[in-house]
């Protein structure tokens, strides 16, 4: 069956730390790959997609994600956390042939002023 | 900047009664999709709806649950009645030619 998994559920960083967000996906064909954010009380918020080509896309405030074909992963990444990245991540897989996204669980990400 | 929209933010109803979730997608979209997630949990999707018919629906999306596009701008999910387990959050997304999901603000919905 498809599925996402992201290994870490709750993430605590102090401000100016490096972030790294694993996601992993079981589905051999083409896939498409998607970030989004929800900060407390909003939204999902698209952080970034891969459709195809250069496999390390950058999204908005500072993210990106790179996509190894090899290990079915799109982790996401940031050199330096803020506060206000405090929210909750969650990686998604769009697969070829469907109209659907497939969530992985969320990432709690606390960021420590 | 365009974005999808729902209503009501939150609703309560007692158990066995029927409850319509209502989403305006971005305009120019033809993808709309609804997705749950109970608390929690991980979002999950429930139905995708392309010219005015069901494209893809999940087996959490059974006989209770329906959807509809009323009008050139509204897009319902009715739950013909309500189980406690229902209880979740209710996303709503749209789609345009891109394979990009917009996600509206979502329901909570809590079913006592």
């Known amino acids: 069956a498809q599925s996402v998994s992201q290994h870490n559920h709750h993430v605590i960083l102090s401000e100016a730390a490096s972030l790294e967000l694993g996601c992993n996906y079981s589905?051999?064909?083409?896939?498409?790959l998607f970030w989004y954010v929800q900060y407390p009380g909003q939204h999902l918020q698209l952080l970034l997609k891969?459709?195809?080509?250069?496999?390390l896309v950058k999204g908005i405030k500072g993210f990106e994600a790179e996509f190894i074909k090899s290990k079915f992963s799109f982790n996401l990444r940031k050199p330096s956390v803020q506060w206000s990245d405090t929210a909750e991540y969650f990686c998604?897989?769009?697969?070829?042939?469907?109209?659907?996204?497939?969530f992985g669980t969320g990432t709690r990400l606390k960021v420590l002023a | 900047e365009p974005e999808v929209t729902q209503t009501p933010s939150h609703q309560v109803t007692q158990m066995g009664q029927e409850v319509i979730l209502r989403c305006v997608p971005i305009?120019?979209?033809?993808?709309f999709y609804w997705y749950r997630q109970i608390l929690g949990q991980k979002v999950e999707f429930l139905v995708s709806?392309?010219?005015?018919?069901?494209?893809?629906k999940s087996e959490i999306f059974d006989d209770q649950f329906s959807v509809e596009r009323p009008d050139g701008s509204n897009f319902t999910l009715k739950i013909r009645s309500t189980k406690l387990e229902d209880s979740a959050m209710y996303f709503c997304?749209?789609?345009?030619?891109?394979?990009?999901?917009?996600f509206g603000p979502g329901t909570r919905l809590t079913v006592l």
């Open positions: 709806f392309y010219n005015n018919e069901i494209s893809e």
């Open positions: 589905y051999g064909g083409t896939v498409n």
């Open positions: 998604a897989v769009g697969p070829s042939g469907t109209y659907k996204y497939i």
């Open positions: 997304a749209s789609r345009g030619l891109l394979n990009e999901q917009f």
């Open positions: 891969y459709f195809s080509g250069d496999p």
């Open positions: 305009s120019n979209h033809l993808y």
